[in-house]
């Protein structure tokens, strides 16, 4: 049976959900507070989604989902409409704006459920007030549904202003793997993006070997356009696909200096997305958008 229980962090003075299924060691910890993000995940007695302490999540914004826009934005500045905006620079080093305005909020749960086979907790943040860069009101939901061996992510937004907002969406979760040398990825893609030094796009190029990506002990902060969905990500101790409902898919993978840790970060958009245009996308006023990231233990 499955128990959903709001707990503290007393470390961290944080509180989280705790979902947890003791008989099929399946759990997962999602704190409130940091973003509605997933911080722990297990599956079937395999850790996927593990702390990346001492690493604070200011610097690593583990499994905090990117609204409205994922990746950088260059300088913070961007024109929509004919009008120009310009973001908070939180990226210092490299005057960027950097992963959306949503993964320090505080969400509030919504609706739960359980029954014998699995559980879900939806969280929702409602923004009231312009931001800065971001002149609109919306409202976003995360629904997170645990199985014995999958997690759905399924994410909401809704535009609550009276004027279209342009926005792309990511989540920018990191799995732990015992020995991430020997570990690979698995996806399609044939085209990398090309960044300049302040990891803003400036092209593409033509890549090939990507259906046995292997991650060894390189530093990655790298964007390819998938060709399709599907994503699988291989380690010695266990193997998962991760899959989107996404139309237009982009992989961002990211190796922080904690190395038996790896991100692997499903977008719809990239790097200076507001300015470029890749996968950069419109909500009309009183629109939604639904998007759902699943990840299946193989």
Partial sequence: MYNINLKTDNSKGLEYIEIENASILTSAKIYTSL?????ELTLNGKPLITSLDPLPYSDTYASSILFPFANRIDNGSYTFEDKNFEFPINEIGNNN?????????????????????QAS?????VEKN???GFPYTFAIQLEYIL??????????????DNKTFPFTLGWHPYFESANL???????????????????????????????????KDKYLDDCFLL??????FNTPEYSFVMSSSSKESFLQ??????????????????????NNNMGLQTLKPNETYQLNWNIKLQ
Avoid: M, W
């Fill in 35 to 39: 973003g509605g993000s997933l911080q």
């Fill in 181 to 215: 040398f020997d570990s690979t990825l698995s996806f399609s893609s044939d085209k990398q993006l090309v960044l300049n030094d302040r990891c803003i796009t400036t092209g593409t190029t033509d890549v090939s070997g990507t259906n046995h990506f292997e991650i």
């Fill in 253 to 274: 993978i990211y190796t922080p200096p904690k190395k038996t840790h790896v991100a692997i970060e499903p977008t719809t958009g990239v790097s200076n997305s507001f």
């Fill in 97 to 117: 704006a950097l992963h959306g305005l949503v993964f320090n909020k505080t969400f509030k749960v919504v609706d739960q459920f359980t029954d014998d086979n």
């Fill in 130 to 132: 312009e931001s800065k």
């Fill in 121 to 125: 907790v939806t969280l929702e943040y």
């Fill in 227 to 232: 060709n399709h969905n599907d994503i699988t």
């Fill in 147 to 160: 199985t014995e061996t999958s997690l759905d992510l399924n994410v909401t937004i809704k535009n609550t």
